[in-house]
Structures are given as C-alpha cells and as structure tokens.
C-alpha cells in the first residue's frame, strides 16, 4: 500500500517540503492534512439547502486513505473540509457556491475530484466530500503484495520526507498543523 500512497502523492502534485501532513495511522491507513488556504468570508449562494454565510476560513482538507476495509484494496475515505460559519448561519456548503469554491481549489491544487457527500451528510462546522483519484482509482492487492509493500524500507523512507510527527519531536496531535506552518 505505501507504493500506492507514493503513487498518489506524485498524482497530486506533491513533493517534500510541501506543507501537508501525512500521518500513518494504522497498518495500510495514513491520514492527509492538505491545506486549502484562506476562503474569504462572505455569503454564498445555496441551491437546496440555504445560502452558506461564513467567516474567513483557513481551510485544511483532512481525508484517509489505504485499506480502509480490511478487502486489501487502496481506497479513500470521506473528507472533512471544516468551515467558520458566521453565527447565524441558517445554509449549508453543500451543492451550493460555496462547495463548488472548495472542490474547485482541491482540484487545482491536488488534482483531486471531490464532490460534496450526501453519505457523510453535512455538519454545522464542516462539508463532507467524496474524494476520488482518476489516475488512482481502487487499487486491489494481494496479501504477498501487502506483507512485500510493508517491509520496503526504500518506500517507507520516502515518506518520512513528508510532514509527519517523526519530524516534529515534542508534537502532538493537536499541534501538528500549527507546526508544520510554522515551519
């Protein structure tokens, strides 16, 4: 599976140094944090669900990705764009302006294709998106491939260079975000 992440860390475009945080989980399941940037606050036009209104956003999209399902397949899991709303706020992001502002900008800065996720539903701080690779897709291994894909070194190395904890000692989860900025 860590070939499979290098291959779609090279799809999207991303190469160390990069501010993102790539961050294994379990075996065969990493998380990514990929910063959005900021989404200016404002009103955005809703199609069913009311017009979104929110507060400048620095927005960061949080998805995992591996053998989500035990079936030793790649696959993505639901992502997690967490929005400021303005208080009183009555709208969603979801199919509305604001959502085709976020998924536009995950595609031009990852090459990913996203779409808001009736599945994951919608919260009152964030949109649920679909996220799919098209030069990725599921990816099926065998369990040879999965026991070969784990001890390669070489793979595993390569993916230290990311954003990761190993590279910030005395970080913990909740700061992760801030330190790889600050960096």
């Not at 799919?132 to 260079?161: C, F, H, I, P, V």
Request: a negative charge; hydrophobic letters at 35%; one cysteine or more.
């Amino acid at each position: 599976m860590q070939k499979v992440l290098i291959k779609l860390i090279e799809l999207m475009g991303v190469t160390a140094g990069d501010k993102v945080v790539i961050e294994a989980v379990d075996y065969y399941l990493w998380r990514l944090d990929l910063p959005l940037g900021k989404i200016d606050g404002g009103t955005y036009e809703g199609k069913h669900w009311g017009d979104a209104v929110i507060e400048d956003t620095d927005a960061w999209l949080t998805f995992t990705v591996g053998n989500l399902y035990d079936s030793n397949r790649f696959s993505f899991g639901e992502g997690i764009v967490d929005i400021n709303y303005a208080e009183g706020n009555e709208g969603l992001a979801y199919t509305g302006d604001l959502e085709d502002v976020i998924t536009a900008r995950i595609k031009d800065l990852y090459n990913l294709n996203t779409d808001g996720s009736e599945q994951g539903m919608q919260g009152d701080d964030y949109l649920s998106l679909d996220i799919w690779s098209e030069g990725l897709g599921d990816r099926e291994l065998t369990d040879e491939q999965m026991d070969a894909d784990y001890a390669d070194e070489e793979s595993e190395n390569y993916l230290k260079q990311f954003c990761r904890f190993e590279n910030y000692p005395g970080v913990n989860n909740g700061d992760l975000r801030q330190a790889v900025l600050a960096s």
